[in-house]
């Protein structure tokens, strides 16, 4: 079973950046899954932030984010990106990369997810 595991959340102030990344372990890669990116606030239900489809080159974002984030994806080292630019307040909450047959901003078409990943922007 696909299992993923996502890294490099952190503190960073306004108008930051970060990376994260989004993995397979368990001898499964991601190709042949579109990926999305995920956050949840406090309180808040998940909302999709990004998806990427299997062949990399389609790429989705809500207007929240468009301009700021980027999704990619290199298959041959399993490993799909999201890069965060402009970070603001709102941004906060935890990252969950998801798997799926195809993209989409919504989150019940995905099967698989990372552990989560805490991204904080704050002064």
């Known amino acids: 079973q696909l299992q993923l595991v996502d890294s490099g959340g952190a503190l960073v102030r306004p108008g930051g950046s970060l990376r994260l990344s989004c993995t397979a372990s368990?001898?499964?890669?991601?190709?042949?899954?579109?990926i999305g990116w995920f956050r949840q606030a406090p309180g808040k239900e998940r909302e999709g932030v990004a998806c990427?489809?299997?062949?990399?080159?389609?790429?989705f974002y809500p207007d929240s984010v468009k301009g700021r984030f980027t999704i990619s994806r290199d298959d041959g080292k399993s490993t799909v990106y999201l890069q965060m630019n402009t970070l603001k307040p709102e941004d906060t909450g935890v990252y969950y990369c998801?798997?799926?047959?195809?993209?989409?901003?919504?989150?019940?078409?995905?099967?698989?997810w990372g552990q989560g990943t805490q991204v904080t922007v704050s002064s």
């Open positions: 368990g001898g499964f890669g991601l190709a042949g899954y579109a």
């Open positions: 990427v489809s299997v062949s990399g080159r389609e790429a």
């Open positions: 998801g798997a799926a047959q195809f993209p989409s901003l919504r989150s019940g078409g995905y099967d698989a």
